[in-house]
T-cell receptor, first 113, second 111 residues
Framework: KAGVTQTPRYLIKTRGQQVTLSCSPISGHRSVSWYQQTPGQGLQFLFEYFSETQRNKGNFPGRFSGRQFSNSRSEMNVSTLELGDSALYLC????????????FGPGTRLTVT | GESVGLHLPTLSVQEGDNSIINCAYSNSASDYFIWYKQESGKGPQFIIDIRSNMDKRQGQRVTVLLNKTVKHLSLQIAATQPGDSAVYFCAEKDTGNQFYFGTGTSLTVIP
């Protein structure tokens, strides 16, 4: 069974731009969660989608948004990029809602210049 | 936010020895805990989890212990192997359905 895939793997953007990251969950998984990982803040939860609905949200500004499609694939969007948004963005999928037995993708490394 | 911290940022063990990685958490209402392993260039990998109604849970070569009295979580790895070298994170879910990760402990296995 294929694992969680994320595209692109690497991305360079400039301040003020927007970016869209994509995540394809493991087949049959309906929950997708997004996380930001930085050396300073560690791993932080962004949001969780289940059955195309955002079920849970971490403490991030409204510039961070996401959506989930009917095939469970998910996208995350960051608008008006700031230097501090440079991070590894990870998505994780699971069968059910709520952080249980999540499987992570390799992440998208975003660099904002 | 919640405080999920680790006592030691780095840990070195001899191959074949047992490893113990510790984690302190601050929210006594947290009801679910997970240990993850992250190798360089990869996303975190689920190792083992435990719910707050349990004190101990065992997997293959790993054991998680939960002490709710002192809000402490530990991961024990038996017969540590070079492939166990990685950063280990604990994470907790609170009853408000928020999820917090610790800062991580880097485990190095010396052959």
């Amino acid at each position: 069974k294929a694992g969680v895939t994320q595209t692109p793997r690497y991305l360079i953007k400039t301040r003020g731009q927007q970016v869209t990251l994509s995540c394809s969950p493991i087949s049959g998984h309906r929950s997708v969660s997004w996380y930001q990982q930085t050396p300073g803040q560690g791993l932080q939860f962004l949001f969780e989608y289940f059955s195309e609905t955002q079920r849970n949200k971490g403490n991030f500004p409204g510039r961070f948004s996401g959506r989930q499609f009917s095939n469970s694939r998910s996208e995350m969007n960051v608008s008006t990029l700031e230097l501090g948004d440079s991070a590894l963005y990870l998505c994780a999928s699971s069968l059910s809602q709520g952080f249980y037995e999540q499987y992570f993708g390799p992440g998208t490394r975003l660099t904002v210049t | 936010g919640e405080s999920v911290g680790l006592h030691l940022p780095t840990l070195s063990v001899q191959e074949g020895d047992n490893s113990i990685i510790n984690c302190a958490y601050s929210n006594s209402a947290s009801d679910y805990f997970i240990w993850y392993k992250q190798e360089s260039g990869k996303g975190p990998q689920f190792i083992i989890d435990i719910r707050s109604n349990m004190d101990k849970r065992q997997g293959q070569r790993v054991t998680v212990l939960l002490n709710k009295t002192v809000k402490h979580l530990s991961l024990q790895i038996a017969a540590t192997q070079p492939g166990d070298s990685a950063v280990y994170f604990c994470a907790e879910k609170d009853t408000g359905n928020q999820f917090y990760f610790g800062t991580g402990t880097s485990l190095t296995v010396i052959p």
